[in-house]
């Protein structure tokens, strides 16, 4: 009984026919002879039964045998020499029984595989060679992809004499199409045909990205058995995926009896990595390649891919060159009109432009801009509301629309296809294209593709390969890759669009904001100037009273003297203190340097004399405090704001301390000034930076701006301040500088 994985024909059907494991398929071509051998001795292991054909003894006795008893010495080192790495299948030229034998190595999973053929006699060994070079001349001159398949087709077939030679080409979905074809006059024209994607599966399709070149030598050959089925040496089924030999799929087989197929050539055109299509030969009865030949083969098909790479590169570089132009000049038309809508439908160029199209559309926050020939307002609400965005992802790119979304039949004549793109919520571009009907001619009924055989119990081809016409309705044509660039590419140009119209509408507000700041800087300074005459004044009537007068005044009147002349100090003070405000606002030249802190500090406390000022406080105060870079007079101003604060808050408490010191918070090394005073209120902690703003009623001395010229410091220092406090329990300020942070021209 034959393993799980090798019976697999009845487990195929029409949805999983990529599952049919032909890898594993256990069987040979008869063309040549599979010799399995443990590549540690290359002791024979496994061996096709055909063994004899080439080998002189039957498989019996080979599989006894060491491989090296079938070469001479010379031969046995060359083959030793050339396995050497994984995967890679090397030819090799030997005799084996006077004959000439081309061996083809490689190593699958822990077996070594070798592909024994026979090589045919070349009467001009360079005739392959002239050839070649020959059609690469071809190529070269050929200005299309129709013409160069042409060349490719008919030089194929003069060289290896198949009956029919064609350009198999894959669409997007696998299904594929017959693009050009060289035959013998007898037969009938399969240009143009058609083929469902399940007539060359997937796994099969993959195979060819790693063999490159397939023959199917004589469809009407019996496959030879490996023997044993089963690897020794891994106990599994062998991976023959590789082997030139590998025997073809029973389903396949049938599928080319149908077709009147008696062999065939399959070489790969693969472009950028993908498998592009075939180039496909058939022969009315059996044919073989030998290895050179199908070398041949392999290089012409490698030829033509580059050349199609070449012209496919070249064909997208100038289309996209020529929509990078008209993108440029709708960015141009944007940022003229300052407005997307403007920029991309009421100028020069429109937007419609840049895809080809029949019409567009933009919607941008409720309002829909159409252009040329589109679907009514209506309609696109419904579909963007009801469809588009429930769609995953934001580009959508459908050329059958009312396929997914069947309102939309009733609006083909201008949109059987869409390409639309999310450039940011609520706004969205949109490309319509009209249906174009399609006669799409298959070779054979693609809704018959396959029929379950009673006989075989097993999946069948279609037995008809019938030219069979179907008229594709509702469909536009295709979207491509570079459509859905160009696309991205718009959407990249317009969302910087936006982020600029953005910067500059919070750039315009943030002058006006500054100008307005300003001004009251301004105003205020003005201000604090023109109180200081008439205080002066006031103070000058003041000493003239007490002096002149002053007898005559009585204990409540000095009172009272007294107490006006206080008020004209503490003006004086809330002058001086709106002036440093005022001026700190102004200056923006700073005049960075190093700084020592510890120097700075001290000298802070030797102007406000503090050991006679506030003898009940203790003050703690960290050594080593490290310098800093910024403007020395400002530094020296934050400090004395801070400390004095902490002198004057914490005075009233039974034991003031006052602490001055550096730790980290917010991963950062910050200062701090500590002082167990009277606290600040929760309410308070952010407005005792604003100007005016006084936490602690008439109890204290203070015009209510130290703060706020404390913050503007920092601030111009590129750091932060922030203060922890509760209330009776004494005030902690904390503050960082970041000289880093500042704008040059503020340095
Ligand atoms: C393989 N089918 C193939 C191959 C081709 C086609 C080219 C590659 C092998 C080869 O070189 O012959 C199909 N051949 C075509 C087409 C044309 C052509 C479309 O000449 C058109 C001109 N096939 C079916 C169904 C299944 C199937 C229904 O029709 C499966 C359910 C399977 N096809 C199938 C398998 C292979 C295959 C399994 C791989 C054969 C192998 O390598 O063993």
Redesign the pocket.
């Given at each position: 009984m034959a393993p799980e994985s090798l019976r697999y024909p009845n487990r195929?059907?029409?949805d999983n026919?990529a599952t049919?494991p032909?890898h594993h398929?256990g069987r040979t071509q008869e063309y040549g002879v599979i010799v399995v051998c443990d590549p540690k001795d290359f002791r024979v292991v496994q061996v096709g039964k055909n063994a004899e054909k080439i080998l002189g003894v039957k498989y019996e006795e080979v599989l006894k045998k060491n491989f090296s008893e079938f070469l001479n010495a010379k031969d046995f080192e060359k083959l030793k020499a050339s396995v050497h790495s994984e995967e890679i299948s090397e030819a090799l030229e030997v005799g084996i029984r006077e004959k000439r034998i081309n061996i083809s190595a490689h190593l699958s999973e822990d077996s070594l595989i070798l592909d024994l053929e026979p090589i045919n006699v070349v009467e001009d060994p360079f005739a392959f060679q002239r050839q070649l070079a020959n059609i690469l001349n071809k190529f070269q001159a050929a200005d299309s992809v129709e013409k160069l398949s042409e060349i490719a087709v008919s030089f194929t077939k003069e060289m290896f004499g198949y009956d029919r030679v064609?350009i198999?080409r894959f669409d997007e979905q696998w299904n594929?199409e017959?693009i050009a074809e060289a035959r013998e006059e007898e037969l009938e024209s399969?240009l143009g045909?058609h083929?469902p994607a399940?007539?060359?599966?997937e796994?099969?399709r993959n195979?060819?990205l790693k063999h490159r070149v397939?023959?199917?030598a004589n469809v009407a050959y019996q496959p030879v058995p490996i023997i044993p089925e089963i690897s020794p040496l891994t106990g599994e089924p062998l991976d023959i995926s590789r082997s030139a030999l590998?025997?073809?799929?029973p389903?396949?087989i049938e599928?080319?009896e149908n077709?009147e197929?008696g062999a065939?050539?399959?070489a790969a055109i693969i472009v950028k990595g993908k498998l592009w299509g075939?180039i496909?030969c058939?022969h009315r009865t059996a044919k073989y390649l030998d290895f050179y030949q199908r070398e041949s083969c392999r290089f012409l098909a490698q030829m033509f891919s580059t050349e199609l790479t070449l012209r496919e590169t070249s064909e997208t570089l100038s289309r996209s060159e020529l929509s990078d132009n008209i993108r440029r000049q709708l960015v141009k038309q944007m940022s003229y009109h300052k407005d997307i809508v403007e920029g991309l439908c009421h100028d020069t160029v429109k937007f419609t432009d840049l895809i080809s199209c029949g019409g567009g559309a933009l919607y941008i926050k409720g309002h829909w801009e159409l252009h040329g020939n589109t679907p009514s307002r209506e309609q696109l609400q419904s579909l963007l509301f009801n469809f588009i965005k429930q769609q995953p992802g934001s580009l959508i790119m459908e050329r059958h629309l009312s396929n997914l979304y069947p309102e939309a039949a009733s609006y083909k004549d201008t949109a059987s296809g869409v390409l639309s793109l999310k450039i940011a919520e609520n706004k969205y571009f949109f490309w319509f294209r009209p249906e174009e009907v399609q006669v799409v001619n298959w070779?054979g009924n693609p809704e018959e593709?396959?029929f379950y055989n009673e006989k075989e119990q097993r999946?069948s081809?279609?037995k008809s390969f019938e030219k069979w016409s179907q008229e594709l309705t509702g469909v536009s044509e295709p979207w491509n890759i570079l459509d859905r660039n160009i696309a991205r590419a718009l959407r990249e140009n317009v969302s910087h669009f936006l982020l600029a119209r953005q910067r500059e509408e919070i750039e315009a507000l943030n002058a006006k904001l500054t100008e307005a700041n300003q001004e009251l800087e301004l105003f205020s300074y003005g201000l604090s100037h023109d109180l200081r005459a008439p205080i002066r004044g006031m103070e000058g009537f003041l000493t003239i009273l007490e002096e002149d007068h002053g007898e005559n005044l009585d204990a409540e009147g000095k009172k009272l003297l007294n107490m006006a002349r206080g008020l004209t100090e503490k003006m004086n003070l809330l002058i001086d203190n709106i002036l440093e405000y005022s001026r700190l606002s102004h200056i923006h030249g700073l005049d960075f340097q190093k700084v020592n802190t510890s120097e700075l500090i001290r000298e802070v406390l030797e102007l406000f004399n503090v050991k006679t000022s506030y003898p009940k406080t203790t003050l703690n105060i960290q050594n080593d405090l490290p310098e800093v870079r910024g403007d020395r007079r400002m530094l020296f101003q934050l400090w004395a704001n801070l400390i004095s604060n902490a002198y004057k808050y914490s005075a009233e408490s039974d034991a003031p301390v006052v602490e001055v010191g550096i730790t980290e918070r917010k991963g950062k090394n910050v200062f701090f000034v500590k002082d167990n005073g009277i606290g600040i209120k929760p309410e308070y902690k952010e407005k005792i930076f604003d100007t005016f703003t006084r936490a602690v009623g008439s109890r204290f001395k203070g015009s209510g701006i130290g703060l706020a010229i404390v913050k503007k410091i920092v601030e111009k220092h590129g750091g932060e301040v922030w203060v922890e406090s509760e209330p009776e329990m004494g005030s902690e300020f904390y503050f960082y500088l970041d000289p880093l942070n500042v704008k040059e021209r503020d340095q």
């Open positions: 195929i059907n029409l026919c049919e032909i398929i064609m198999y594929g017959v399969w045909l083929y399940t007539d060359i599966p796994q099969s195979l060819f397939r023959i199917i590998r025997a073809v799929s389903i396949h599928y080319l077709m197929v065939s050539l399959s075939l496909a058939h070779g593709k396959a999946l081809p279609r």
